[in-house]
């Protein structure tokens, strides 16, 4: 539960595990932090916080273009454009969980945007992805009304995007969400016809927002943002070391910038 004076936004310090099934083993696991942001304060954030701006070199900034269609256009805009397209229930608070900029510097493999409608309720969790050939791609999918808040959200969708070379397209991504509290964690299985390939996990727990604890983690967490891409680099360097198959970039993207879940109702 929030304390008085704290905000919906946050920061949540955790880890990231990948456990890969085949064709050979491998398992990695790193330390990391990310904001959940509600986009309704990111403003107020930049003023309240010293080391914490929007669309400005800090320690830690917010930049828009490095989310959505990297366009102008408001974030919370888009993202009300792209519900009312997939016909869901839009109006209410919009949060994204992604790395920050960290010395103007950011790569996020994976920020998850948590959708809801005027009354709260979670209506639709949106993961983008982007890839290290500059490409990003959304998978928007309904929630289902659940019995308890406290279930896990549970999603399903194909796979559209090119992502790692070390996984083939002819996937299928199944999400297990624990959506923010005062701890999140967000559970991805990749299956092909044979059944799992690899699993990942991202476990965090919520800290206050505030300048002592930014600077705590720019601390504790040193360069993270640069060591995400060096991570990156290394762990496909000991994939390639064992032989796992190479799977080349299509050649294109997909045709629209979003996966719909359940598809988008047809236009007359």
């Given at each position: 539960?929030?304390?008085?004076?704290?905000?919906?936004?946050?920061?949540?310090?955790?880890?990231?595990?990948?456990?890969?099934?085949?064709?050979?083993?491998?398992?990695?696991?790193?330390?990391?932090?990310?904001?959940?942001i509600d986009l309704d304060d990111i403003d107020a954030l930049a003023v309240r916080l010293r080391l914490f701006s929007r669309g400005a070199f800090n320690l830690f900034s917010f930049y828009d273009r490095d989310h959505g269609d990297g366009s102008a256009r408001p974030l919370r805009a888009q993202a009300e454009a792209l519900l009312a397209q997939a016909g869901l229930a839009h109006g209410g608070p919009i949060r994204i969980l992604a790395m920050p900029r960290l010395l103007g510097f950011a790569f996020n493999p994976l920020s998850v945007w948590f959708c809801h409608d005027p009354a709260g309720a979670l209506t639709a969790i949106r993961y983008e992805v982007n890839n290290t050939f500059g490409e990003r791609h959304s998978y928007l999918l309904a929630v289902e009304p659940a019995a308890s808040p406290q279930h896990d959200v549970q999603?399903?969708?194909?796979?559209?995007?090119?992502?790692?070379?070390?996984?083939?397209?002819?996937?299928?991504?199944?999400?297990?969400?624990?959506?923010?509290g005062s701890a999140l964690s967000v559970a991805i299985t990749a299956s092909d016809a044979s059944g799992p390939v690899l699993f990942a996990v991202h476990r965090a727990t919520r800290h206050a927002l505030t300048d002592a604890a930014l600077l705590r983690v720019a601390v504790t967490h040193p360069l993270l943002t640069i060591k995400v891409v060096a991570g990156i680099v290394w762990e496909a360097a000991l994939l390639w070391i064992k032989r796992v198959p190479v799977h080349h970039h299509p050649g294109t993207a997909p045709a629209t910038p979003v996966t719909f879940s359940p598809p988008r109702p047809e236009v007359p």
């Amino acid at each position: 539960m929030m304390q008085r004076g704290e905000t919906v936004s946050a920061l949540y310090i955790g880890t990231v595990m990948h456990h890969r099934l085949r064709p050979r083993v491998h398992r990695l696991q790193y330390r990391l932090f990310s904001l959940l942001i509600d986009l309704d304060d990111i403003d107020a954030l930049a003023v309240r916080l010293r080391l914490f701006s929007r669309g400005a070199f800090n320690l830690f900034s917010f930049y828009d273009r490095d989310h959505g269609d990297g366009s102008a256009r408001p974030l919370r805009a888009q993202a009300e454009a792209l519900l009312a397209q997939a016909g869901l229930a839009h109006g209410g608070p919009i949060r994204i969980l992604a790395m920050p900029r960290l010395l103007g510097f950011a790569f996020n493999p994976l920020s998850v945007w948590f959708c809801h409608d005027p009354a709260g309720a979670l209506t639709a969790i949106r993961y983008e992805v982007n890839n290290t050939f500059g490409e990003r791609h959304s998978y928007l999918l309904a929630v289902e009304p659940a019995a308890s808040p406290q279930h896990d959200v549970q999603q399903s969708v194909t796979k559209r995007f090119h992502v790692s070379p070390f996984l083939p397209m002819d996937m299928q991504y199944a999400f297990r969400v624990n959506p923010p509290g005062s701890a999140l964690s967000v559970a991805i299985t990749a299956s092909d016809a044979s059944g799992p390939v690899l699993f990942a996990v991202h476990r965090a727990t919520r800290h206050a927002l505030t300048d002592a604890a930014l600077l705590r983690v720019a601390v504790t967490h040193p360069l993270l943002t640069i060591k995400v891409v060096a991570g990156i680099v290394w762990e496909a360097a000991l994939l390639w070391i064992k032989r796992v198959p190479v799977h080349h970039h299509p050649g294109t993207a997909p045709a629209t910038p979003v996966t719909f879940s359940p598809p988008r109702p047809e236009v007359p």
